[in-house]
């Protein structure tokens, strides 16, 4: 309001918004969210391996940090091995038959400000951070231990699922990985059949009977989920830009970013104006007794910022957000 920016900028806040369809003033619907943590706690299998390949990656970053590229290549392993056992299991094994490692224009932008990548959109990490005969033996045998570990993560993503479904909610599934994304995408694909569809970077799908994964505009995906014919998408971030889905109501984040307002960009597909239901539910998981609760607490000390900076903000991390204020 003091600065000379007041000038030239009004700032529409949802509370003033809300002022404005109370008097009359906008018609659109306007929803309130409901935004909870889900912990996920994992198997002791689950947890003894994580340990594992969490010590070993510290290992490698003492062993190799200071090598131009090595700290973003670890810390996409670290942030894999939270996000899925798919994705963790399939960056590992490509590291073994020496495939280069793809980084998503999202990390990139994200490394930014904290990491001099110079990088472009492949790294040959076997180069960045080389392993030794022992370490790589390690890593064979992680590989083959995650075929045997149980997915304490996907079993609580689909009693979130069963339940928004029987609630009548249609469902954006967010993930930050391509191998995630797949991997779900597999794996619930026996469950919703023609009512499944995916976005990525690469564009849209959606399951037909009798031909498989076909491609879908984006205009075409936003009116099969308006008009119930997809009722679950599974989309990376390259859907949180450009897809207006106001018929969606139920979002998880299976996975966060480390920037919120990358969260709050996917949030904003389904919180628009002309949001078909009055409350939208927002489900942020994440793994109890991993790197997950640090990014937590960064999210929450960055959201604090934000909000001293610009006002109040629309709930993004919704209790968890509280716990660590406190």
């Given at each position: 309001t003091l600065s000379p920016v007041g000038q030239f900028v009004t700032r529409h806040s949802r509370e003033t918004l809300k002022l404005y369809r109370a008097q009359g003033l906008l018609r659109e619907r306007l929803a309130d969210r409901d935004v909870r943590p889900v912990i996920v706690n994992f198997s002791t299998d689950e947890q003894s391996l994580y340990n594992q390949l969490d010590e070993w990656i510290d290992r490698l970053?003492?062993?190799?940090?200071?090598?131009?590229?090595?700290?973003?290549?670890?810390?996409?392993?670290?942030?894999?091995?939270?996000?899925?056992?798919?994705?963790?299991?399939?960056?590992?094994?490509?590291?073994?038959?020496?495939?280069?490692?793809?980084?998503?224009?999202d990390l990139l932008e994200e490394a930014e400000n904290e990491l001099d990548t110079g990088?472009?959109?492949?790294?040959?990490?076997?180069?960045?951070?080389?392993?030794?005969?022992?370490?790589?033996?390690?890593?064979?045998?992680?590989?083959?231990?995650?075929?045997?570990?149980?997915?304490t993560k996907f079993e609580r993503l689909q009693e979130h699922l069963d339940a928004a479904r029987s609630a009548g909610h249609s469902t954006i599934v967010f993930t930050q990985f391509t191998d995630t994304l797949d991997d779900l995408r597999d794996r619930l694909l026996h469950s919703y059949r023609s009512q499944l569809a995916t976005f990525t970077g690469d564009g849209g799908l959606v399951f037909r009977e009798?031909?498989?994964?076909?491609?879908?505009?984006?205009?075409?995906?936003?009116?099969?989920?308006?008009?119930?014919?997809?009722?679950?998408?599974?989309?990376?971030?390259?859907?949180?830009?450009?897809?207006?889905?106001?018929?969606?109501?139920?979002?998880?984040?299976?996975?966060?970013?480390?920037?919120?307002?990358?969260?709050?960009q996917r949030i904003g597909r389904i919180d628009r104006l002309g949001q078909a239901r009055d409350i939208i539910h927002i489900r942020n998981f994440f793994i109890k007794g991993t790197v997950e609760e640090l990014v937590y607490s960064a999210l929450s000390q960055r959201i604090t910022t934000f909000t001293n900076l610009l006002g109040n903000l629309q709930p993004i991390l919704g209790e968890t957000e509280r716990a660590f204020q406190r």
């Open positions: 970053m003492e062993a190799h940090g200071k090598r131009r590229g090595a700290g973003l290549v670890l810390t996409i392993y670290r942030r894999r091995l939270t996000s899925s056992w798919a994705a963790i299991r399939k960056t590992l094994m490509r590291r073994l038959t020496r495939e280069e490692l793809e980084l998503s224009e990088l472009g959109s492949t790294i040959d990490d076997s180069q960045v951070v080389p392993l030794t005969e022992q370490e790589l033996s390690e890593l064979r045998a992680y590989v083959e231990a995650m075929h045997n570990v149980p997915d009798h031909e498989g994964w076909v491609q879908i505009t984006k205009r075409d995906l936003v009116e099969a989920i308006r008009s119930g014919q997809v009722t679950l998408l599974l989309a990376t971030d390259a859907a949180s830009e450009g897809l207006n889905l106001q018929s969606c109501s139920y979002l998880i984040n299976y996975d966060m970013p480390w920037n919120p307002m990358r969260v709050e």
